[in-house]
């Protein structure tokens, strides 16, 4: 100390600090109040910039009012360092975790976004994440004056060993992030892979891909076996399908009649039903002379793919009322067996020969 702490010295500090609380509370306010006009806008990423900029802007207006404090201070210059180091890395680590939620939710809002159904690509926002904090964290070391080459080069030698140990973590970890940047498989899309499996994704992460059935189950599928399956994607290269339904009249039916009909109640179902598609034209086409009908298919379409089973319902429950209503016949299968019993001879036995008797 180069000279006896006055009271004037303390209140000054105390001034400052006191600024420094203030400059802090009063830019809370101003923040919560960018807060709720940011809820208003259509881009969620602002939302995830000013909530960062509450957490760093008042931590950072409270370390100004310290570090001017203890400038004011008469403390001696080691002392002065490490206090200013202190504050230093304290406003690093607060700015480091303000960015790791910054990019991530801008990540997390990207892949929401292209995605188009709830859905997140954890993943990303995983690596991001720890890229960030990283970062921050060799900051740090260096404002402390502790040098990071030999650490880096410790990493790397560590870091061979570990990846020949993680070897399929590793694995899965490489293939779910080529099926994002393929932009194979988003999360939203809905799926089924070729061992029967299907249903929506819901998260793509580091080491699995989570897919929610239309049951409500999940089912969790490693990204490394998720890249090697056959895979049917129901929203790439489009949203929107078509549906097959097929049906049957019988032989003594007006064909015409039947496609008039069919198409009068495909008209009627695609206007009344949600997710329907009104502009699809439909198609009706003859292909087979069964047993004892003659087989159609009706091609519908459809918005989504799980709205193929309400329109499937209604579309079936109201072809069979109104084939009813206009005479139209679905035979059932019937077949016909004819026994034929044979006339089974069973022969006599033969006589036999008469035995000589030699005593006779």
């Not at 049951?215 to 490693?222: G, K, M, T, Y």
């Not at 695609?270 to 087989?295: N, Y």
């Not at 009706?298 to 329109?311: C, K």
Request: one cysteine or more; charged letters at 20%.
């Amino acid at each position: 100390m180069n000279r006896a702490m006055t009271l004037d010295d303390l209140m000054l500090a105390g001034i400052a600090l006191v600024a420094g609380l203030a400059a802090a509370f009063l830019s809370r306010t101003v923040l919560r109040w960018l807060a709720k006009h940011a809820k208003r806008t259509k881009w969620s990423g602002d939302d995830v910039i000013v909530d960062a900029l509450r957490t760093v802007v008042p931590w950072a207006a409270i370390a100004g009012g310290a570090a001017a404090g203890a400038a004011v201070l008469p403390l001696t210059r080691t002392v002065q360092h490490h206090v200013n180091q202190i504050l230093t890395v304290w406003l690093i680590f607060v700015i480091t975790l303000s960015a790791a939620r910054v990019i991530t939710g801008l990540v997390r809002t990207v892949t929401q976004s292209r995605s188009g159904v709830a859905g997140s690509a954890t993943i990303f926002v995983n690596i991001t994440r720890i890229l960030v904090l990283a970062i921050g964290f060799l900051v740090v070391l260096q404002t402390l004056g502790i040098s990071i080459a030999p650490l880096l080069t410790a990493l790397g030698v560590g870091g061979l060993a570990v990846a020949l140990a993680l070897q399929d973590t590793l694995a899965n970890l490489f293939a779910g992030v080529h099926i994002l940047a393929s932009k194979t498989v988003q999360p939203g899309d809905c799926i089924r892979l070729s061992s029967g499996e299907e249903g929506y994704v819901e998260d793509i992460n580091w080491r699995q891909t989570t897919v929610r059935q239309l049951s409500n189950n999940l089912v969790v599928i490693p990204n490394g076996q998720l890249a090697k399956t056959n895979m049917t994607n129901f929203t790439r290269p489009e949203q929107r399908l078509t549906i097959l339904v097929q049906a049957g009249v019988g032989y003594d039916s007006d064909l015409e009649h039947v496609e008039r009909v069919t198409l009068e109640v495909v008209a009627e179902v695609m206007h009344d039903t949600d997710g329907a598609l009104p502009e699809h034209e439909p198609a009706i086409r003859f292909h087979t002379f069964g047993d004892s009908r003659i087989g159609f298919t009706v091609i519908l379409g459809v918005g989504e793919f799980s709205d193929q089973y309400r329109i499937k319902h209604e579309f079936i429950k109201r072809l069979h009322r109104r084939y009813r209503a206009e005479g139209i016949t679905i035979p059932a299968p019937t077949r016909s067996v004819t026994l034929q019993q044979d006339t089974v001879v069973i022969p006599r036995p033969r006589d036999r020969a008469p035995v000589n008797d030699r005593n006779s």
